[in-house]
């Protein structure tokens, strides 16, 4: 049964304060790695996807990468703004598309 | 580009009724999904639609759940008769055909999800 795990459960960081949130997984074949942001009291909002061991994707404070057995999520420099709680996920090579969550990591940054 | 929507936000009903949740996707995509989260636990899939066919319901708890996607556009999740356990949130996703383009980030977009409180 595909698993996600997602660490730590929640981080406080102070703004400027670089740090990582880790993500590993099982799966029986993996099609994609989805991080997820969420806000309280609004749905998923997608950062990115990978879909192989070695990939790297960026997005302003945010670096993604994954390797066979767990993601990173690199936050840079984090400003209070990126205060949520960030969703990792993957989807099976199974010809589901179903994608299974972890719990999350809650980010406080503040200022 | 309108979002995916989702109504109502918020229902609260007692225990032995019914509650009908609807989800509009975005345009155009052929794929909708139900996923569901219940108090301090993860996000859980509950169903697949391509189209208006039912891809994968291996996430639907009992049949209680009833979820319909007529004409292949808004779909539809009915709790008939509710039971306390099925309080949380409930979230609709949507995602284009991804054989149109395998490579590329094939992501699911989600709606704001609705709140049922079962009393």
């Known amino acids: 049964e595909d698993q996600v795990t997602q660490s730590p459960e929640a981080l406080r960081l102070q703004e400027g304060e670089s740090s990582s949130l880790n993500c590993s997984y099982t799966?029986?074949?993996?099609?994609?790695l989805f991080w997820y942001r969420q806000d309280p009291g609004k749905g998923p909002e997608f950062l990115f996807t990978?879909?192989?061991a070695g990939e790297e994707k960026e997005k302003e404070r945010l670096k993604a990468t994954l390797t066979k057995k767990e993601s990173f999520l690199h936050i840079t420099a984090p400003k209070p703004e990126d205060s949520a709680t960030y969703l990792c996920?993957?989807?099976?090579?199974?010809?589901?598309?179903?994608?299974?969550f972890g719990t999350g990591t809650r980010l406080l940054v503040s200022p | 580009e309108a979002g995916v929507t989702q109504f109502p936000s918020h229902s609260v009903i007692e225990k032995g009724q019914t509650v009908t949740l609807r989800c509009d996707p975005i345009?155009?995509?052929?794929?909708l999904y139900w996923y569901r989260r219940v108090m301090g636990k993860e996000i859980k899939f509950l169903l697949h639609?391509?189209?208006?066919?039912?891809?994968?319901e291996s996430g639907m708890p009992n049949n209680r759940f009833l979820a319909e996607r007529t004409g292949g556009t808004y779909s539809t999740l009915k709790v008939q008769p509710a039971e306390l356990e099925d309080s949380g949130v409930y979230f609709c996703?949507?995602?284009?055909?991804?054989?149109?383009?395998?490579?590329?980030?094939?992501?699911?977009?989600f709606g704001p999800g609705t709140r049922l409180t079962v009393l």
């Open positions: 639609f391509v189209k208006e066919s039912k891809q994968d």
């Open positions: 996920a993957v989807q099976g090579n199974t010809g589901f598309q179903k994608l299974v």
């Open positions: 990978l879909y192989s």
């Open positions: 799966v029986s074949g993996l099609r994609g």
């Open positions: 996703a949507s995602s284009q055909d991804f054989r149109n383009s395998p490579f590329e980030d094939n992501e699911q977009f």
């Open positions: 345009s155009g995509h052929d794929n």
